[in-house]
């Protein structure tokens, strides 16, 4: 029972262009959302979260959107760089859960130069 | 360190053999975690220290699998009898528990097991 999906598994955009990642999940418990990026032989980095009491979080070129009635995120880059390029990886938790985080299966991103 | 360290960063070994994987988390962290990513797959969680508290074991796949933090500071998981479906990337990670809410954690580089 996967309550974090990232149903896109792979993302290409232009330099300069904006990058859309969604996320959906199930469990309505959840009440803090988190996006890591994550580059390969390395582990995932913290890029930017969001709590259910808001529905847009903002830093720099990174965006995450929250919208609980859909129970859908998104995180948007824009302008994206070809330093993006990388694994991003959605997550969700909730306080009950002891920070215990869970997972979507990652979208890979391509920003061509 | 600055930073969660994990070791080996890479491990062969034949099905069978047991393993241990180790983690050394960032100090004053209270919280350890452990994931694993299988190939193609997201990172599935383990297990989870917090503190002093019994340890959160309900992600462990199958009794084969365990795991200590001594001293509240590093932790070693240990996989026995490995098999194939073993291999992934397994991941640690730390972090500080504040009260205003949940902190992103911080993962170390992961050890890379491949069961021949």
């Known amino acids: 029972d996967q309550q974090v999906k990232q149903n896109s598994p792979s993302l290409s955009v232009q330099e300069g262009r904006i990058s859309i990642l969604n996320c959906d999940y199930t469990?309505?418990?959840?009440?803090?959302f988190l996006w890591y990026k994550k580059y390969p032989a390395e582990g995932p980095t913290f890029l930017i979260s969001?709590?259910?009491?808001?529905d847009k979080n903002e830093d720099g070129r990174f965006t995450v959107f929250l919208n609980k009635s859909a129970k859908h995120l998104s995180l948007h880059i824009v302008p994206s760089q070809p330093g993006d390029s990388a694994v991003y990886f959605c997550?969700?938790?909730?306080?009950?859960?002891?920070?215990?985080?869970?997972f979507g299966g990652g979208t890979r991103v391509l920003v061509k130069p | 360190g600055a930073g969660v360290s994990q070791s080996p960063s890479n491990k062969v070994t034949e099905k069978g053999k047991d393993v241990e994987l180790r983690c050394d988390p960032i100090?004053?962290?209270?919280?350890l975690y452990w994931y694993r990513q299988s190939l193609g797959q997201g990172l599935e969680f383990l297990i989870y220290?917090?503190?002093?508290?019994?340890?959160?074991k309900s992600g462990l796949p199958s009794d084969r699998f365990s795991a200590e933090r001594t001293g509240g500071s590093v932790s070693t998981l240990t996989i026995q009898r490995t098999q194939q479906e073993d291999s992934a990337v397994y991941l640690c990670?730390?972090?500080?528990?504040?009260?205003?809410?949940?902190?992103?954690?911080?993962f170390g580089s992961g050890t890379r097991l491949t069961v021949v």
């Open positions: 100090s004053g962290h209270t919280a």
């Open positions: 997550a969700a938790t909730y306080k009950a859960a002891g920070n215990k985080l869970t």
């Open positions: 469990n309505s418990m959840f009440d803090y």
């Open positions: 990670a730390s972090s500080l528990i504040s009260t205003g809410g949940v902190g992103g954690y911080t």
């Open positions: 220290f917090q503190g002093n508290s019994a340890p959160d």
């Open positions: 969001i709590s259910s009491i808001k």
